[in-house]
């Protein structure tokens, strides 16, 4: 039984294979930064031994929105309580990934400025037409440099 023994997950070591799959829980507060709340379901998840905790999806394009209080780590997202959370998992001997989306023309609710994915194409359901990708490539690359501060 390997369940509880050490283990290594694309180069991060993990002090056992008790995973916990990514998952949005719509639990950052209208800025898209993280809540007591979430810090809270998150180290609650390390205490009770879960090795590796996959997040739900966090933006990292400042305009993007997957759905209603989404975590951003995007360009201008103030990280500090992101920073906070990963801590108390460290803490407690857990690791933390963050799943990183875009979802670009189809978000969720006004977009806030600029849209940009793939291609510029139309999307049926929510009528906006997106910049390309490579366009608006800063955001993304900005959103990956954060990226390492964290697991
Ligand atoms: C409430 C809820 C939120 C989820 N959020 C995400 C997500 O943010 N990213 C993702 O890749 N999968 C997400 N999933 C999918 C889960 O990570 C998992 O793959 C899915 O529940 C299938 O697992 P199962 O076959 O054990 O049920 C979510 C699932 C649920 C039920």
Sequence with gaps: MKVFQQGTVGGIEVKNR??????????????????????????????????????????????????????SMGP????????????????????????????GSQLHGAPSGEVFAPSAVVDPVSGILPMSGEARVEGPIEGRRRLFMFN
């Design 18 to 71: 008790v995973f916990r799959s990514a998952t949005y829980e719509s639990m950052a507060d209208e800025g898209g930064r993280v809540s007591p709340a979430m810090t809270e379901m998150y180290t609650g998840l390390a205490k009770g031994e879960v090795g590796l905790i996959i997040t739900g999806y966090v933006c990292f394009a400042s305009t993007d929105n997957p759905s209603a209080r989404t975590v």
């Design 76 to 103: 201008d997202a103030d990280l500090s309580a992101l920073r906070a959370l990963t801590d108390a998992v460290h803490g407690h001997g857990g690791r933390v990934v963050a799943q990183l989306a875009h979802v």
